[in-house]
């Protein structure tokens, strides 16, 4: 848990901005001959802030295209190396057997359609673009890959993203576009309250006959602030003196209760 | 109210905290011990991480056995010789606990050890400390009354060298038996999060043949510092250390230990410590049943580089 968001975010963020650039490059061409207005897209808020009343939180999602087409929607914060390990039963009790590492897992993925993605893309376009959560790359690393088979991979691959679809970092919402007048759409992006921070992608989609025909990526920072930010900063970037300062004002705590007797 | 802790990275209950502060302070007060071992697996059970629960709780324990000692210290209940005795083995364990600590987080296995770390010393202490209880009871209940006990037994710890007095003990021992019992909670401490008052107290009782008054006094004395040491090293080498949870926490206990101590006072020792047991045993059945119950989910998973 602690060094989530830590890692240096430049690198990943460029990947996706070229991967947006590609995926806009290649549609460039269809659409040019169409002849046809891109769809457009921006997010009510470009920043989720993460203070200390922080439960959570919804940013929407707002766009317009020429109509008559699907949109559909794809949230995905950053990616970062997670385990997975299977819980055995060793003479009576549970315990952790060997971790298996995937790495550049997405810490928070989420898609939402104006219909089940079945019904809009067909299964080589999903994966083509990695959408929706099965088409995503997580890669076993490297020594995972030569300890495990690749049936075990798939178990573990299946366990992470069902673990994260329950802790709501993993989420669908096939029906979760809705369309105002033919034209405008808008949907509900929520963040529960232990959303990783980092740098999120916000990829939109349109959809005709199972043809991808616009797209168009939207940055999105998700990032504590104030005391949160601090104290996290301080505790990572200087971790003896945080140590330090931590049992410092703990040990003169100790003599509140003494004070206040004094002064009544 | 909610709060978002920084470090633990969650949204929890500002009440919630208070609340389980308070009642852990409660029955520190009433029954003298720092509470530590019920602390942690609370915030487990309201879903810390458990590496968060550990470190902040050695934190937070600093300032709850600060209160405690000063007024023990006013008493004359410490003996800082022997504090400092049992302290120099603290420091050594805790250093080692912190630094298994991190390799036992690597394997993946630090949740099973903690909870098993704490089904088999709670599990003893409340066997022992019931067993005591038990008898010391029906004693008081039986015609004739109380008998008065020798002030310690001696056996083959007092037969070591290096021998040494520790007067507000009453003592003349060897400084290896402290030494050893300062270095197994030292390591207790940082692997389990806990100032170890409830393994210390009754190896200083029953081991050490120490007056029951100065034990608390001094356990707390040695306590400070081992936490500190503990919670010093955890917030350097894992980042565990949430100071806003810390003081949540704080702001309960020392409210609860004020109302506990006056409620303990009015008890007879007997019943409280049988009491206690109760209570000890209680918490190690649940961690055990939770050890042997089949989990929720039969993968774990953990994010970062390990």
Not at chain 2, 41 to 65: D, E, K
Not at chain 2, 207 to 235: C, E, K, R, Y
Not at chain 2, 245 to 269: D, E, H, M, N, Y
């Amino acid at each position: 848990m602690a060094g989530r968001g830590r890692r240096s975010r430049v690198p990943a963020a460029w990947r996706r901005t070229i991967r947006g650039m590609l995926v806009l490059a290649a549609l460039a061409l269809p659409l040019a001959a169409s002849g046809q207005a891109p769809v457009v897209a921006d997010l009510s808020s470009h920043v989720v802030a993460i203070d200390t009343s922080f439960v959570g939180t919804e940013v929407v999602l707002f766009g317009a295209t020429e109509g008559g087409s699907d949109i559909v929607v794809v949230i995905r914060g950053p990616g970062q190396s997670v385990t997975v390990r299977e819980r055995v039963q060793v003479a009576g009790i549970w315990l952790n057997a060997a971790g298996l590492q995937f790495v550049g897992a997405p810490t928070y993925y989420a898609l939402a359609s104006t219909r089940p993605l079945d019904e809009v893309l067909p299964p080589d376009v999903r994966s083509l673009y990695q959408i929706g959560i099965e088409a995503v790359a997580i890669p076993p690393s490297r020594d995972s890959a030569e300890y495990f088979d690749s049936a075990t991979i798939a178990l573990y691959r299946e366990a992470l993203i069902r673990e994260m679809r329950e802790r709501g970092l993993y989420r669908e919402s096939e029906t979760g576009v809705s369309v105002l007048g033919g034209r405008l759409f808008r949907t509900d992006v929520i963040f529960p309250s232990d959303v990783p921070t980092g740098a999120y992608f916000v990829d939109v989609y349109e959809v005709r006959d199972s043809q991808l025909v616009g797209a168009q990526t939207v940055p999105l920072t998700v990032r504590k602030v104030g005391l949160e930010a601090q104290i996290y900063q301080f505790a990572h970037a200087h971790a003896a003196y945080y140590g330090a300062a931590a049992v410092l004002v703990a040990f003169l705590a100790g003599f509140l209760p003494t004070v206040v007797r004094w002064l009544r | 109210m909610q709060i978002y802790l920084p470090i633990a990275e969650m949204s929890v209950n500002v009440f919630v905290l208070i609340g389980i502060g308070g009642l852990i302070g409660f029955l520190s007060g009433m029954f003298g011990v720092g509470g530590g071992f019920l602390m942690t697996p609370l915030l487990i059970f309201i879903g810390i991480p458990p590496a968060v629960a550990v470190g902040t709780q050695s934190n937070q324990t600093v300032a709850t056995s600060v209160a405690a000692v000063i007024a023990h210290w006013r008493r004359g209940n410490v003996d800082v010789p022997m504090g400092l005795v049992l302290l120099a083995g603290g420091l050594a364990g805790s250093g080692i606990g912190v630094l298994l600590f991190r390799l036992l987080k690597q394997a993946g296995q630090i949740d099973l050890v903690i909870a098993f770390s704490y089904v088999l010393f709670l599990g003893l202490v409340g066997v022992m400390m019931g067993v005591e209880s038990g008898r010391a009871i029906l004693r008081a209940r039986r015609p004739g009354g109380a008998q008065r006990r020798k002030l310690h037994k001696h056996h083959w710890i007092h037969g070591l060298p290096l021998k040494r007095r520790f007067r507000r003990s009453k003592l003349y021992i060897s400084v290896f038996p402290p030494l050893g019992i300062g270095f197994i909670v030292g390591l207790l401490a940082a692997i389990m999060g806990v100032g170890g008052g409830f393994i210390m107290v009754p190896a200083m009782i029953y081991l050490l043949g120490m007056p029951t008054l100065v034990v608390i006094g001094t356990s707390l004395f040695q306590v400070i510092f081992v936490t500190a040491n503990a919670a010093f090293l955890h917030a350097v080498t894992n980042q565990t250390v949430d100071v806003m949870l810390a003081a949540l926490l704080f702001i309960g206990s020392v409210t609860g230990a004020q109302l506990g101590t006056r409620v303990g006072a009015k008890l007879p020792g007997e019943q409280l410590r049988a009491m206690l047991a109760v209570l000890v045993l209680a918490v190690a059945g649940k961690l055990f049943y939770d050890m042997i119950s089949t989990p929720d989910s039969m993968f774990e998973i953990t994010w970062g580089d390990v």
